[in-house]
């Protein structure tokens, strides 16, 4: 495999690595993707062996800790990378002391330094482009310019040429999801803010399923064949001509259909 | 065994998070949670404020006052909290049959296990139930999420007042090893007491010990304690069994009385009914408390427990009988005696595999079985455990 951390001209198609977000999925035993009696502790090692990055999810739902993060390291080789989320009281609830929040933060994340390929700050959809937003975003920013950082907005107000004109100053990756058509929700832009790496995110088209509030129906979504090839020969190629290297996950994680889709996705990039 | 995923929410200083959230003036105000009129009331809870002033759970008003003078004293009012108790677990009831309650303390533990096809992965669940116990009935919970009841509830005593804490499968033993052993659940005093003389700090040094070294200082207890120091625990979340559940009965003798016989006669009696109540119920009793009421007016409560629980009249008069024997100690005439039972377990339809039960017990079994039927038919009187003392 091509060190993913090997520049490339800029001109050429730049490396690419696919995953998905996350990886221990018990419902993706049944779904085929790990064989039948895999525990959790098996999955990462399993997963590694079929994609060279994941992101982590539970990153977002509790804090990252140092001796965790070592031990799950520990699991998978050396070359393998690590997209972590930034911990929801940082995004979504962001009602404790922000301050001791992110220092526990980054204590937490020390140990991925080697093999993080990104840190992801996804934006809740009430987050909308405010001044006091705006200010706080800079804040972090300002916080995590020591680290690969990817913003991805869930809300429409920050489309526009000065916040993307700012990500491009400050050199941050602004996420390009695929995600169903709804007007409050932040658009696919094809746009390459940070020259150093490119973040997509798969999300599905399940609009039904994402106006729910249920989880697993807003990620319920299989992209057929026709769709990814589709997005491989725009989307994604355009993309590659801009950019040094590219992360992609796919976050339809129901009934294993991320893994297949990274999968899909892998062959034709391949 | 499947792995399993069980969710520990923990409502920290239940009643006085109950009281903040009926009077709102209380929020920020040291409380104690105690009854205030009762001569030697000790604290029933008490605030995080409280606590940091060194109040304790148990400790009496009086010392309390003295720790927190600047606390705010607040009758309990049991049944409020109880009612936010049920509140709670209907909130959490939509997620997963498979609820364990505690007594009005605002713990729960929730076996989401095999759930995610219907509401996502666990770590998902945990957090939008805490968003909605927030929302409805504005309490807010720790969670935690581990592998087993034991490793939940550790981490959520980790990550109190609040907070959230996930326990991987597989990291059990690395997550409890640093940790004290104030933190691990079930633990006995004179067992706490022991591991200070051994110089036993972290639960990682408990876990050093085979379980050979550990039976000689804790005997039976030492096989708990092997498994608990590694974060391994089978037990089941015990759904549908309230555990605030008791059942009791009381007598009051027509006279005084020191005669041991009518004593037992009596109990011999409220245990028929107990174990009927139980049989009926489904449920076996894992303790049986007798307290007796002296005619100076002190009254005497000790206990006997049967660690796998019983429903059997047989096995319910030997723990009364026992209960009796470690309660009467003073030389002076009974009044009155009550019988109750409770730390209740569902009663498994599976029998075991591979330990054959005693004849014995399986005679006394079918004969209770016909005594019901008999019961069931002609009235709860009509047949009786016999006493012969």
Known sequence: MKNFYESSTVDTLCPVLVGTSGYSYTEWVDGGFYPQGTRTPEMLALYAKSFPVVELNYTWYQMIQAEAISRMIARAPKDFRFAAKLTRTLTHERDRDWKQE??????????????????????????????????YLAWLLDSLHDF?????????????DSVFAELEQRQVTLVTVDAPNIPKLFPYVDLVTNPSLFFVRFHGRNLQGWQSGNMQQKFDYSYSKDELQQWNDTHLHSLRTRAEKGIIFFNNHVRAQAPANAHCLQALIA | MRDRSIIHLNVTDFAVAVERVCDHSLANVPLIVAPSHAARGVVYDMSEEAYQDGVKKGMPLS????????????????????????ALVKEVASYTPLVEQGEEDGHLFMDVTGTHRLHGPPPDIAWRLRKRV???????PVWSLGSNKLVAKVASRVVRPFGEMIVGLGDEH???????????????????????????????????????????????RGSYLYDASRGRDVTPVLAGVDRSLKITREHVFAEDTQKVQELKVVLTGFVHELGRRLRQKKILARRVVVSLSYSDGCSVSRQATDHNGTDNDFALRNLALTALTRSWKRRIRIRGCTLSCDRFLPRSPQQSLFVMRPVQEVQQEKLLSAMDAVCDRFGHNSLRLGSCF
């Open chain 1, 102 to 135: 992110l220092q526990h933060y980054r204590e937490g994340i020390k140990p991925l330094q080697e093999q993080l390929a990104a840190i992801l700050i996804q934006l809740p959809p009430d987050f909308t482009w405010s001044v006091k937003n705006r200010y």
């Open chain 1, 148 to 160: 690969p950082v990817a913003v991805e907005f869930r809300h429409v107000s920050w489309a526009r």
């Open chain 2, 134 to 140: 927030v929302k409805s009935l504005s309490l807010d």
């Open chain 2, 63 to 86: 010392l309390a006052r003295r720790y927190c003078p600047a606390a705010h004293i607040l009758d309990p009012r049991i049944s409020l909290y109880r009612k936010a108790m049920t």
């Open chain 2, 174 to 220: 690395a997550f409890l090893e640093p940790l004290s052993l104030d933190l691990l659940p079930g633990l006995y005093a004179a067992e706490r007491k022991l591991m200070v003389d051994f110089n036993l700090v972290t639960i990682g040094d408990l876990a050093r010990l085979s379980r050979k070294q550990l039976l000689v200082p804790f005997q039976k």
